[in-house]
Nanobody, 114 residues
Framework: VQLQASGGGLVQAGGSLRLSCAASGSISRSNSMAWHRQAPGKQRELVAFDYSGGSTYYADPVKGRFTISRDNAKNSVYLQMNSLKPDDTAVYYC?????????WGQGTQVTVSS
């Protein structure tokens, strides 16, 4: 499985972006999908997780602002980001959990100006 993330860019604080992640292979409902991010000088952190059973998890800093969704027919996962803050500036990575393996996309830069 190869993952291609897109949709990043430069946005002012309070703005919105929608990240997309397209998988080259087939992603079924049984696979969990996630978005992580890594800010300069910081460790990569989990942002949102879509469990294979349909439930979702959001990190506290993004709760109420970000929404993860998926379209299995299009082999894609999305991250809608609203009310963006400068602290959201990071490279965002999508990931797919298939069995015991985790596959990563190449990352897309999100920069939020104050």
């Amino acid at each position: 499985v190869q993952l291609q993330a897109s949709g990043g860019g430069l946005v002012q604080a309070g703005g919105s972006l929608r990240l997309s992640c397209a998988a080259s292979g087939s992603i079924s409902r049984s696979n969990s999908m996630a978005w992580h991010r890594q800010a300069p000088g910081k460790q990569r952190e989990l942002v949102a997780f879509d469990y294979s059973g349909g439930s979702t998890y959001y990190a506290d800093p993004v709760k109420g602002r970000f929404t993860i969704s998926r379209d299995n027919a299009k082999n894609s996962v999305y991250l809608q980001m609203n009310s963006l803050k400068p602290d959201d500036t990071a490279v965002y990575y999508c990931a797919a959990v298939i069995g015991t393996a985790t596959y990563w996309g190449q990352g897309t830069q999100v920069t939020v100006s104050s």
